[in-house]
């Protein structure tokens, strides 16, 4: 049977909220060793999720697109911090979501959903990388951030204050996207996802000295492209 309608609605995305913010407290255990409700939210979670994976397999098209209305908005800004085009994104994650849909027999509904999703994802953006040379791409969200840590402050009365840190803001968009494949992805995944180290060496399947050697080098990168914009 065919997808699910999975197009994206741009007047809905909002960013995304994967940051620290919602695992404070993660792991943290009472004195008696019992689990901690946060524990108890996440194994609901999973459970839920593992009866939609269910459904999907046996062909419940609704089921897969509550996979894609909890997902789309994630999948969508993993794939713009790779290939740094807000419409190369949204075709990407589309077509993530497509080939999910054709493979979920082979998913394996007691593990999670999304790291199985991503590595569908990674594998289409790198080959888009790849074929479109597009490290040459802006990555068109990546200033805000970035401004912020070199303490630009613009105000809409300083016409020459605004135009300086769109200038800012336009060099720090092009070194980002100027970093290799490999290092962008350790770095959007750690800085705008908010994921710990431990959580992106098993997102990606690599031992988390890789991460940690890969996000240091993305970030020395960026200091020498970078340096005298204070």
Not at 59 to 66: C, H, I, L, S, Y
Not at 111 to 134: A, G
Not at 177 to 186: H, I, K, N
Not at 207 to 221: D, E, K
Request: net charge positive.
């Amino acid at each position: 049977s065919a997808p699910p309608e999975v197009r994206l609605r741009e007047s809905r995305i909002k960013p995304a909220r994967t940051g620290n913010s919602e695992r404070k407290g993660a792991g943290r255990h009472p004195v008696n060793g019992t689990r901690t409700e946060l524990e108890r939210e996440r194994d609901a979670g999973q459970a839920a999720e593992a009866i939609l994976v269910r459904r999907a397999q046996a062909g419940d098209a609704a089921a897969f697109g509550e996979l894609v209305s909890i997902y789309m908005q994630r999948c969508y800004y993993a794939a713009l911090g790779m290939v740094g085009s807000p419409q190369d994104a949204e075709d990407l994650s589309q077509e993530a979501f497509v080939r999910a849909f054709k493979a979920r027999g082979r998913l394996d509904p007691e593990r999670p959903f999304y790291p199985w999703l991503y590595q569908i994802l990674r594998r289409l953006c790198y080959n888009f990388t790849r074929d479109t040379s597009s490290r040459r791409r802006k990555l068109e969200r990546a200033g805000g951030w970035l401004v912020a840590e070199a303490r630009v402050r613009a105000s809409v009365d300083d016409p020459e204050r605004v135009r300086a840190t769109e200038e800012l803001r336009g060099r720090l968009e092009s070194a980002i996207g100027e970093l290799p494949l490999a290092q962008r992805e350790v770095f959007v995944l750690k800085e705008f996802e908010g994921l710990k180290y431990r959580e992106i060496a098993e997102l990606l399947d690599m031992p988390i000295g890789t991460v940690m050697s890969r996000l240091y080098a993305a970030r020395q990168r960026l200091a020498v492209r970078l340096e005298g914009l204070e």
